[in-house]
């Protein structure tokens, strides 16, 4: 990431990843240079591929492919995974933050219309349903939205490093009467 980190997490092609894709991408690493050394009791479906079609360690090429698939997934998770913060940055990014859940509080629909489906009383043709249907395709699917959420994610996946459920909405979706 550059130097400006606000522009960084608002741009539409930067993910931050959520802790369990972390994990996981790790685990899968390890499982992989463990394999590579022949040190795994049970080989991952890439090395079974290549255990088919030749012995362990006759083929120079299967060797090659299985690190540069590690080599891929650990820039993957260098590039999108854990990044440093200074305190002036946490500070921005807090205040960012803050700023854009206020603003998507007031787009969100409310968390007792999230509730409501087709199948209760009055089905979909339900006033209060097609309300609540209305207010999400001009609210929370909107480009403008959408931008702001995916900024929100990126931040949050920063700010909760640790935290399994950072860039969930749901956690500070409205109710009724707070729009």
């Known amino acids: 990431m550059s130097a400006d980190i606000l522009k ?11 802790l369990g894709e972390r994990d996981r991408m790790q685990a899968k690493i390890n499982v992989e240079k463990r394999d590579m050394n022949g040190e795994s009791p049970v080989f991952s479906r890439e090395m079974i591929k290549h255990l088919i079609n ?34 002036s940055e946490l500070v921005d990014l807090e ?4 700023t854009l859940k206020d603003e998507i509080r007031k787009m969100m629909v409310p968390e007792e219309d999230t509730q409501l489906t087709p ?7 339900s006033q209060e349903f097609r309300k609540a249907v ?7 699917m909107s480009p403008k939205f959408r931008a702001k959420a995916h900024e929100l994610k990126n931040i949050l996946r920063l700010l909760g490093k640790d935290d399994p459920e950072a860039g969930n909405f749901e956690n500070f979706r409205p109710k009724r009467g707070e729009v």
Request: glycine share 8%; aromatic share 0%.
């Open 54 to 87: 030749d012995p362990p360690g006759s083929s120079e090429e299967s060797q090659n492919e299985n690190r540069i698939n590690i080599k891929r997934m650990e820039a993957v998770l260098k590039r999108h995974g854990d990044r440093p913060l200074t305190k």
């Open 95 to 98: 205040k960012r933050a803050k």
């Open 8 to 18: 960084d997490v608002a741009h539409p092609r930067t993910r931050i990843m959520p």
């Open 119 to 125: 199948s209760k009383p009055g089905g979909a043709s």
């Open 134 to 140: 209305n207010a999400m395709a001009e609210g929370e």
